[in-house]
């Protein structure tokens, strides 16, 4: 399926009968007030007979059929597209919602591995550049699972324990192109790293608030961020031989910043900050891209990216795929989205709307494979162009 029709699909029908959205009658969209999307007849059947509560089948919020609200900006894109149709994305650019990137090819699921009792709430995952292998943490006993490209399980490390190389509480991992695995180490504060068989082969404990997120950038470099601290830095180091060489922070006045990742042909970054609530709100996030520099070059939070999307995003991982436009997970609506580049940022364009229960990560391999961690089912998923 196209990446434009399955955009249609997420945005355009009701996610609960499949029935596309209408501008009048039982098909007009509206608003929960956890902001999912339903039809009014799907509305009406949920509420039952007497019309007094309704539980919305994504989240479970319990609401009255009078907390409703008519979905403006689906119901704007509907006059756009007009009765016959047209382009989502040519819908976009005329409504001011960014310009339309040249959308990825359609994905399909190729390979689902993982699972409960496999995994165990995993928290992040990477590809090796150049093996295809895919190393995951989680919380299980051994918090590193590497995969082979068919999806066989071909070793397990990273204990956990109070050695200097057990890892307590692993929040992200990535590989570097000589196939060492670097994890970030909520626990202790550590960023630690490991050759390709599992054998620790250096920690670092550089005054690090909480190391969160990372990326390689280099044969022998990683960025990551300190979201306690606010702060990016860029990490150097031999892990032939196990030493370090630089440690520096290289952006500073984020907010709590989480996923990160790396454009390998451009060296720009683009990272995910957490905004803190303010008032009755859960908080929102915002994404940041700086170039190879550190030089702000685009940013765009929930709030703006709500006016091209009719249902609140909540961003968790972040990355460039081969073109270096930016891709991000969302758990609001359990999806995967194309941002655009960054000269063209903020686009929009769903690539995967159906299947994810709650994608915390998200990676590319060498084969231009799209890999989405899915904490909800503790699985990976593995997707292809079709």
């Not at 990683?222 to 922070?249: H, N, P, W």
């Not at 290289?250 to 390998?264: D, E, H, K």
Request: hydrophobic share 40%.
């Amino acid at each position: 399926m196209a990446a434009e029709d399955e955009a249609e699909l997420s945005l355009l029908e009701c996610r609960v009968c499949f029935e596309p959205y209408g501008p009048d009658g039982q098909r007009r969209p509206l608003n929960l007030p956890c902001g999912h999307v339903l039809c009014r007849g799907c509305v009406g059947a949920l509420a039952g007979a007497e019309r007094q509560r309704l539980e919305c089948p994504f989240c479970r919020r319990l609401c009255g059929p009078a907390e409703t609200s008519e979905c403006r900006p689906l119901l704007q894109l509907l006059e756009l597209l007009g009765p016959a149709g047209g382009g989502l994305a040519s819908a976009l650019g005329r409504s001011g919602g960014g310009a339309a990137a040249a959308a990825p090819a359609g994905l399909g699921l190729r390979l689902c591995l993982g699972g409960w009792g496999s995994l165990v709430n995993p928290t992040g995952v990477a590809a090796c550049p150049g093996s295809g292998r895919l190393a995951v943490a989680h919380d299980g006993k051994k918090r590193i699972h590497v995969f082979g490209p068919s999806g066989f399980c071909l070793r397990r490390f990273g204990e956990r324990g109070d050695a200097n190389n057990d890892i307590k509480y692993a929040l992200d991992v990535t590989v570097t192109s000589d196939g060492h695995v670097v994890v970030t180490d909520g626990g202790d504060c550590s960023v630690k790293a490991f050759d390709s068989e599992g054998r620790g082969v250096l920690a670092v404990r550089e005054g690090f608030c909480l190391p969160w997120g990372l990326d390689a950038a280099a044969k022998s470099e990683v960025i990551l961020t300190d979201s306690e601290a606010g702060a990016l830095y860029r990490l150097a180091a031999d892990f032939q031989r196990g030493e370090l060489k630089k440690c520096q922070m290289i952006r500073s006045r984020l907010v709590s910043p989480r996923a990160v990742a790396v454009c390998q042909s451009s060296g720009a970054v683009v990272v995910v900050e957490h905004l803190k609530a303010r008032g009755p709100s859960k908080g929102s996030t915002r994404v940041t891209i700086l170039s190879a520099e550190m030089d702000l070059i685009g940013q765009v939070d929930s709030f703006g990216l709500n006016l091209v999307f009719p249902s609140r995003i909540y961003a968790t991982a972040v990355a460039f795929d081969r073109e270096g436009r930016v891709i991000v997970t969302d758990v609001c609506s359990q999806a995967v989205i194309c941002l655009g580049k960054p000269e063209e940022f903020p686009s929009f364009n769903p690539l995967i709307s159906h299947g994810l229960s709650y994608p915390v990560g998200l990676t590319y391999t060498a084969n231009n494979s799209l890999v989405v961690l899915d904490s909800g089912d503790h699985s990976v998923k593995v997707y292809s162009s079709t």
